[in-house]
C-alpha cells in the first residue's frame, strides 16, 4: 500500500519536468492542454480531469516514444476542419451558407470531436479511450476526422447559397 502512495506522489506531483512529464504543471502551460483538462472536465472536478490527461499523456508517450503534446497538435491540426455551414436567413428563406472557421473556433471543434469519440467507446478506462482518439486523429483517421469531412462535404454542397 505505501508503494502505491509514494508512486501515486511522484506521478501526480506538481512540479514541472518538460523531458520526463512526471508533474502535471506542463498541462496548464501549454493552451492545446488546458483546453482538453477544461473539455473532460466533468462537475467541476478539475483534478480528475488533469490526472486523466495526465496519465493519457504518459500512455501516449509509452506507446510512441515521442512527445505528447506535438501528438496532441498533430492530432488536432488533422481534425481542425477549414469550414462550417451556419444557417442564414435570406429573403424569407433559411439556407445552410459555408463559412470559414477562425483557429480557436477549429481547435474547440477537434477537442469536442475527440472527446465525443472518447466517450462513445465503452473500452477499459476514459485514459485508454483518449488515448486512442488521440491516437487515432493524430495518424489521420478515427471518428474525429470522419465529422471533419462530413462537415467539408455540407459546406461543398451548400457553397452555391454563398
Known sequence: MAQIKKQRIVLFSNSYNDSELIGMGYLSQH???AKLVNRVLKSGKKSLAYKIVHLSMLQL???TKQNPI????KAVQN??????VKARRIGGAVYQVPIKVARPRAQTLALRWILMETKSKSRKSI???????IL???????????KK????RAA????AFM
Request: hydrophobic share 35%; charged share 30%; net charge negative.
Open 31 to 33: 493552451e492545446l492542454t
Open 61 to 63: 508517450k509509452e506507446i
Open 70 to 73: 506535438q501528438i496532441l497538435e
Open 79 to 84: 481534425a481542425s476542419p477549414t469550414v462550417e
Open 127 to 133: 485514459v485508454l479511450n483518449l488515448t486512442n482518439g
Open 136 to 146: 487515432e486523429a493524430s495518424k489521420g483517421s478515427g471518428m474525429a476526422i470522419r
Open 149 to 152: 469531412e462530413e462537415l467539408h
Open 156 to 159: 461543398e454542397a451548400n457553397r
